[in-house]
């Protein structure tokens, strides 16, 4: 008998293949509030991309995983403050959050200091909410060319959390257009809710917890 996240993970993998065609997405598992017990079977099966929202968080969990498995592949997809920046540059492969001239500087200067080149994305602020987190949309192209100029940041990509009371196809195409206007090949976009528009729309990476883990305890502000 498999774990039972174990058979998740394969229902969401096989609902990826589904949509996704003949293109290759990329599934990150988002384990955020779900302890080693629970990560551990994904990694015994096999899976090895993972993204977590809180840098603190990730620390009490993810090096002593890395440890036994070194080629996993870590995504930090919450909010980034200055003074984690040199932590974030330790522990995470791929960096999706980037939205501020600020954070893509000192994350370049760390990254220099680490002798690092993780992977960034660029998060836009898609739906053009207020206290959205992400770069406005017509910011986007300045920032990207000032991560990888001024910076010497490897930007792979964008990403993206649309607004939760609207249909999000919209917002999912327009991130994928805005990603071919910047030659920015990796789109990180849909999760539990909606990854299968998501990839429809062009997700080259789908960020998928509660589908995988089950539903998380209600999380602390
Ligand atoms: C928690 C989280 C997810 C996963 O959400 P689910 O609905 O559980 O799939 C995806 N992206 C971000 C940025 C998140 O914080």
């Not at 609207?166 to 990796?186: K, M, V």
């Not at 849909?190 to 960020?207: K, N, P």
């Amino acid at each position: 008998m498999t774990h039972p996240i174990v058979d998740a993970l394969s229902t969401v993998k096989a609902r990826i293949a589904r949509a996704a065609g003949s293109r290759q997405v990329t599934l990150v598992a988002v384990s955020k509030t779900f302890g080693a017990e629970d990560i551990l079977p994904l990694l015994e099966a096999g899976h090895r991309v993972f993204g977590e929202n809180r840098v603190q968080e990730a620390e009490s969990k993810w090096p002593e995983l890395k440890r036994r498995f070194p080629d996993i592949e870590l995504h930090l997809i919450g909010p980034l403050q200055s003074n984690k920046a040199a932590q974030a540059i330790r522990l995470f492969d791929v960096i999706q959050t980037v939205d501020r001239p600020k954070i893509a500087a000192v994350l370049g200067k760390e990254a220099r200091l680490q002798g690092k080149s993780p992977r960034i994305l660029v998060q836009v602020n898609i739906g053009q909410e207020p206290q959205k987190a992400g770069v406005e949309i017509r910011d986007t192209k300045a920032l990207v060319a000032l991560c990888r100029s001024d910076h010497g940041l490897n930007v792979s990509g964008l990403m993206c959390i649309p607004p939760v009371d609207s249909p999000p196809e919209q917002y999912f195409r327009e991130l994928a257009t805005l990603a071919r206007d910047l030659d920015a090949s990796d789109i990180s976009m849909g999760m539990s809710s909606d990854f299968e528009t998501a990839i429809r729309a062009g997700a080259t990476h789908v960020r998928v917890g509660s589908a995988i883990f089950g539903a998380r305890e209600q999380a602390p502000s």
